[in-house]
């Protein structure tokens, strides 16, 4: 018997072993129901809800820093539109009178002639 053989023979044999006992143990596996999961008072429960209590408070300060920053870009959009209406409308109010003031010389030269 050589190396490989021996080593392939082993594999096997683990391998039927491990399948044997959880066999075995498969009906115990399957009357077992699991367990609520209840801390006792310990550091480690204490330190878990402090920490959930922190996270819960962190969350909550999170969206109001962002509830804000939404209303100051709101503020800044509604502030930047107001801006723009009202440059455009002197812009219009200039063609306007520049169309009146281009006509009116317009006319002049063609009275001068």
């Known amino acids: ?13 683990c391998f039927l072993s491990l399948i044997f006992l959880i066999l075995r143990k498969f009906p115990y596996l399957v009357e077992l129901q699991p367990k609520e999961n209840v801390f006792p008072k310990t550091l480690f429960s204490k330190t878990k809800k402090s920490f959930l209590k922190l996270k819960k408070k962190a969350s909550e300060k999170s969206h109001l820093w962002r509830e804000k920053n939404i209303h100051r870009a709101r503020i800044l959009i509604l502030k930047l539109d107001n801006f723009l209406g009202s440059y455009l409308e002197k812009l219009r109010q200039k063609k306007i009178y520049m169309q009146k003031r281009h006509s009116f010389f317009s006319k002049r030269k063609k009275k001068e002639k």
């Not at 018997?1 to 044999?13: E, Q, R, T, V």
Request: proline share 0%.
């Open 1 to 13: 018997m050589d190396a490989i053989s021996f080593f392939k023979f082993g594999f096997l044999f």
